[in-house]
């Protein structure tokens, strides 16, 4: 059997999910037990000058304080390494390797600083260390990119260098391709090693694949304990080793693996997720960043659908460097969809006509303060709307939906079997199989302040205002207060949008609603922070 070795990044990697804080406790049994289970090699936490010297994390501004997190640790077998992302730790901080606690460093780079990286890793070799590269997001090299780092890296003849899968991009043809590729130009001497994420739930899987290669080439496994990392998390150390175990003769001792999960590892687990999820899916399966789709979630305007249309329209090359301003402009101009609405505010001004109309959105109020609600529908019989949501404590006549995501989380109500409302919605919302009653231009209707810039009122507001609505009363919008299931009735609370900047929020749509007064006469229902 070719020489296949585990190398557990759990303190490194995983410490993107705590900020490195395992205590010092935490660490040393971790190292101890991954030791004693016969992982090869131990990352222990990341070099970094801009952190100051903390002893119960993994990530220390030099050699020298790695120190503390090995004392009294006593290392049978591991190869203990730790990590630098270049241009955070200068090689005035990393002592010659017979005086240091560790015995390797692993470098990882991006493509634009392959060259300065080099020489920094050419240093840190001359100081004794065995050296790993760790290119960011091989995906992004071309072929011939990437064969002419390896050629600079046969000069190097550093330890090993790694398939690194920043994004969690690759299947398993990529991966072989990547791998046929080092294998078939690297120094025999040099170890090929494999870094991935979970987005696609294929950590495992692409290991076993590269275990199973028939090659001789000397493989290094990055995994760590539960997969704990960085997003949609890594390789499961103890997954890997008891794969080996079972199929290759291996002799790795699981039971201390599971009991670092169990002691260590699922505390962490409890504070903060880490794994498969919906966000790095769509990462993953859109070759991009996860921080474009992060933005666009964070907008809750926008269906999955509407996420993946708008990165399918990201160029290649700007698809793994995050670019706030450039998706920002691609997210505004995919709201603005442009249709002629010159009829509809004719159409719906003569259905509308002179009579009361009240509008009703999903704040607490509407259960609270629903008996002054009927009172008010009985004596005045209004033109009921509901906006952004759709309920069945009031007889709607229609329904008003500004954001192309609650617009689909309701879409069973709206068009359910004896459904009567009809449907308005503004331009970004996409008719599906149902049809869109009244579809007015988005970018007309929104406000130029970013957090209340669709705010559903606000806009329908302006749509009445335009057809000479003289008047309209209003429930349920009670404003935002910092505890969301204070804002909406219970029933909405799964549809939660946010209680940040609340009291901005509320001071720009009082404002907002007393300017509108100039024009509509508005009457509360029910309570609300904007009167």
Same mark, same amino acid.
């Given at each position: 059997?070719?020489?296949?070795?585990?190398?557990d990044? =759990?303190?490194?990697?995983?410490?993107f999910?705590?900020?490195?804080?395992f205590?010092?406790?935490?660490?040393k *049994?971790?190292?101890?037990?991954?030791?004693?289970a016969g992982v090869?090699?131990?990352?222990?936490g990341?070099?970094?000058?801009?952190?100051?010297?903390?002893?119960?994390r993994?990530?220390?501004?030099?050699t020298?304080s790695l120190?503390t997190?090995?004392?009294?640790?006593?290392?049978k077998? +591991?190869?203990?390494?730790a990590m630098?992302? /270049?241009?955070?730790?200068?090689i005035?901080?990393?002592e010659?390797q017979? =005086?240091?606690c &560790?015995?390797?460093i692993?470098?990882?780079f991006?493509?634009?600083?392959?060259?300065?990286?080099?020489? /920094?890793?050419? !240093?840190?070799?001359?100081?004794?260390?065995?050296?790993?590269? !760790?290119?960011?997001?091989?995906?992004?090299?071309?072929?011939?990119e990437?064969?002419?780092?390896?050629?600079?890296?046969?000069?190097?003849?550093?330890?090993?260098?790694?398939?690194?899968?920043?994004?969690?991009l690759?299947?398993k043809?990529?991966?072989i391709?990547?791998?046929?590729?080092?294998?078939?130009? %690297?120094?025999?001497?040099?170890?090929?090693?494999?870094?991935?994420h979970?987005?696609? !739930?294929?950590s495992?899987?692409?290991?076993?694949?590269? &275990?199973?290669?028939?090659?001789?080439?000397s493989?290094?496994?990055?995994a760590?304990?539960?997969?704990?990392?960085k997003? #949609?998390?890594? #390789?499961?150390?103890?997954?890997i080793?008891?794969?080996?175990?079972r199929?290759?003769? $291996?002799?790795?001792?699981?039971?201390?693996? %599971?009991?670092?999960?169990?002691?260590?590892?699922?505390?962490?687990?409890?504070?903060?997720?880490?794994?498969?999820?919906l966000?790095?899916?769509? #990462? +993953?399966?859109?070759?991009c960043h996860?921080?474009f789709?992060?933005?666009?979630?964070?907008?809750r305007?926008?269906?999955?659908w $509407?996420?993946?249309?708008?990165?399918?329209?990201?160029e !290649?090359? *700007?698809?793994?460097? /995050?670019n706030?301003e450039?998706?920002?402009?691609?997210?505004?101009?995919?709201q603005?969809?442009?249709?002629d609405?010159?009829?509809?505010?004719?159409?719906?001004?003569?259905?509308?006509?002179?009579?009361?109309i009240?509008?009703?959105?999903?704040?607490?109020?509407?259960?609270?303060?629903?008996e002054?609600i009927?009172k008010?529908?009985?004596e005045?019989?209004?033109?009921?709307? $509901?906006?952004n949501?759709?309920?069945?404590?009031? @007889?709607?006549?229609?329904?008003?939906?500004?954001?192309?995501?609650r617009? $689909?989380?309701?879409y069973?109500?709206?068009?359910k079997?004896?459904a009567?409302?009809?449907?308005i919605?503004?331009?970004?919302?996409?008719?599906?199989?149902?049809?869109?009653d009244?579809?007015?231009?988005f970018?007309?209707l929104? *406000?130029?302040?970013?957090? &209340?810039?669709?705010?559903?009122?606000?806009?329908?507001?302006?749509?009445?205002?335009?057809?000479?609505?003289?008047?309209?009363a209003? +429930?349920?919008?009670d404003?935002y207060?910092?505890?969301?299931?204070?804002?909406y /009735?219970?029933?909405y609370i799964?549809?939660?949008?946010?209680?940040d900047?609340?009291?901005?929020?509320?001071? &720009?749509? @009082?404002?907002?609603v007393?300017?509108?007064?100039?024009?509509?006469?508005?009457?509360f229902?029910t309570?609300?922070a904007?009167?």
């Amino acid at each position: 059997m070719r020489d296949i070795k585990i190398l557990d990044c =759990t303190l490194r990697d995983g410490g993107f999910v705590n900020d490195w804080n395992f205590g010092k406790g935490s660490m040393k *049994s971790i190292i101890g037990r991954l030791d004693k289970a016969g992982v090869d090699i131990v990352e222990i936490g990341f070099l970094d000058s801009r952190r100051t010297y903390d002893p119960n994390r993994s990530i220390q501004p030099d050699t020298e304080s790695l120190k503390t997190i090995l004392e009294n640790t006593d290392i049978k077998n +591991a190869i203990i390494v730790a990590m630098i992302d /270049f241009g955070t730790c200068g090689i005035e901080l990393v002592e010659h390797q017979t =005086t240091s606690c &560790i015995n390797g460093i692993r470098v990882i780079f991006k493509k634009k600083d392959c060259r300065e990286a080099l020489k /920094f890793c050419s !240093q840190l070799k001359e100081k004794g260390y065995k050296l790993f590269l !760790q290119p960011v997001s091989v995906t992004g090299y071309s072929d011939d990119e990437m064969t002419d780092l390896l050629d600079e890296v046969n000069k190097l003849e550093p330890y090993g260098i790694s398939i690194v899968d920043t994004y969690g991009l690759m299947h398993k043809k990529q991966l072989i391709h990547y791998f046929n590729l080092m294998d078939g130009k %690297l120094e025999e001497t040099i170890s090929i090693g494999y870094h991935s994420h979970n987005n696609f !739930q294929l950590s495992y899987a692409n290991c076993v694949e590269l &275990i199973e290669m028939n090659s001789e080439r000397s493989l290094i496994l990055d995994a760590s304990l539960y997969g704990m990392g960085k997003s #949609a998390g890594n #390789a499961n150390t103890e997954l890997i080793a008891m794969y080996l175990n079972r199929n290759f003769g $291996s002799r790795y001792d699981v039971n201390q693996l %599971l009991e670092a999960i169990d002691v260590d590892i699922m505390k962490e687990y409890a504070k903060k997720f880490w794994g498969y999820s919906l966000m790095h899916y769509i #990462a +993953a399966s859109n070759d991009c960043h996860p921080d474009f789709v992060k933005t666009l979630i964070d907008k809750r305007t926008l269906s999955v659908w $509407s996420i993946n249309e708008i990165l399918g329209k990201l160029e !290649q090359k *700007s698809r793994l460097t /995050f670019n706030k301003e450039l998706i920002e402009k691609m997210y505004e101009e995919y709201q603005n969809v442009v249709v002629d609405d010159a009829g509809e505010y004719i159409k719906l001004a003569k259905e509308l006509g002179g009579g009361p109309i009240l509008i009703i959105a999903p704040g607490n109020s509407i259960v609270k303060h629903k008996e002054e609600i009927d009172k008010y529908i009985n004596e005045r019989k209004p033109l009921v709307i $509901s906006t952004n949501f759709v309920t069945d404590k009031y @007889k709607t006549d229609y329904v008003f939906f500004g954001n192309a995501k609650r617009y $689909s989380q309701f879409y069973d109500e709206i068009y359910k079997d004896g459904a009567s409302a009809k449907v308005i919605c503004t331009s970004n919302v996409s008719e599906s199989n149902k049809f869109i009653d009244f579809t007015f231009n988005f970018n007309s209707l929104i *406000s130029r302040e970013e957090p &209340i810039r669709d705010n559903p009122m606000l806009m329908l507001l302006k749509i009445l205002v335009k057809i000479n609505v003289k008047s309209a009363a209003l +429930a349920g919008f009670d404003g935002y207060s910092y505890r969301n299931a204070d804002n909406y /009735f219970e029933e909405y609370i799964k549809f939660l949008y946010c209680s940040d900047d609340v009291i901005l929020r509320n001071n &720009i749509i @009082k404002n907002k609603v007393k300017d509108l007064k100039n024009e509509i006469e508005l009457r509360f229902v029910t309570p609300s922070a904007y009167v």
